[in-house]
């Protein structure tokens, strides 16, 4: 096949974060935040080809999403996380590889909801990241070693945060379907065994934006957060639900993770707040009703997405004769999705 119609498909996995506490503030502004990145079976496709120039282009689901919406998943028109993510790249391969990456045409098939709290624009980033490595060997097969040196190093895993704060875990892990724990900033990460998970995702009509969120974050007083080395991936940690941090509260015997982002959300956007509180509260009663205990219900990052999660044993068939009934509590215009953690492969 003439190279010039190769085409490289990947799939981005969304995440959920599994408890998340925003515990300081560097002296660069940065904060220091504690998270468990936990990788789910939903998925974008990004397929990318050779082209005369680059292009990226978007499918979204039917009526999905708004277009206020799909502004706050791409970010600023004149220059959206993927154009970002092809000059790192292509200036990263120059710098270090001394090879000039092909132009591309990048089409992302979205089913992620974005924004939500589910990573799906920084998951996005980082398998164009791996798309676009294929690309480069394809076109200097011989230089494949300086590539994998170029785009798999701790350096460029750090400067993979300028693209935005969950690309490292997804480019390190969460491509790879493995869970990390978050102390520090997006690339101090450190490797994670956790036992399978699987449960709801459930999305509402409405995104936070996370700079927003940040924006209010920025004006808390929180204490002089102190650097540390970097990425720990040779840690071997492993963690149950029942260590994760809660709030005190519990509803029909079912957990509220923490997530520091619930109080920002209260501030920037009360009355969104204040539906997803009482969104929580159906979830908790669903789950407890159909599954009993083992439920934990929490919202994903900084939202407004939630998940309720179990590790307890429960079938995907089990789970989606479920999610109907959730809906209808939660309301027609809100999605659920059933996943897992277990044999994570796309579809």
Known sequence: MA?????????????????????????NGYHRLESLFVPVSLFDRIEVRLSAADRVQHIWPIGEPTPKRRLLSLGALKNPLLWKTIALVRERLRDHADLELPRVAVTVDKRIPSPSGLGGASSDAAALIQALCLVAKAAAPDKSAQINEAL??????????????????????????????????GHELAALEINNIGGFLCVPPFGFSTERMFAHVRSLPLPTA???????????????????????????????????????????FPNESRLLAQAKVAIARTVNQFFGSGFVVGMSGSGAALFAATETPVSQTMLAAYSGVLRARLGRDWRVFTFSTAGLRPP
């Open 152 to 185: 798999q190093s701790d350096l460029f895993l750090k400067e993979t945060t300028q693209l935005g704060a969950d690309v490292p875990y997804f480019w390190r892990y969460g491509l790879e379907a493995r869970a990390a724990m978050l102390n520090g900033i």
């Open 3 to 27: 190279q010039q119609h190769l085409m490289h498909t990947v799939f981005a996995p969304a995440k959920i974060n599994l408890g998340l506490r925003i515990t300081g503030r560097f002296a």
């Open 226 to 268: 102190e650097a540390t080395g970097g990425e720990s991936a040779a840690s071997k940690l492993a963690l149950r639900l029942s260590e994760i941090p809660y709030s005190d509260e519990v509803v029909f015997g079912v957990k509220f993770v923490q997530n520091d982002f619930d109080r920002a959300a209260a501030a920037v």
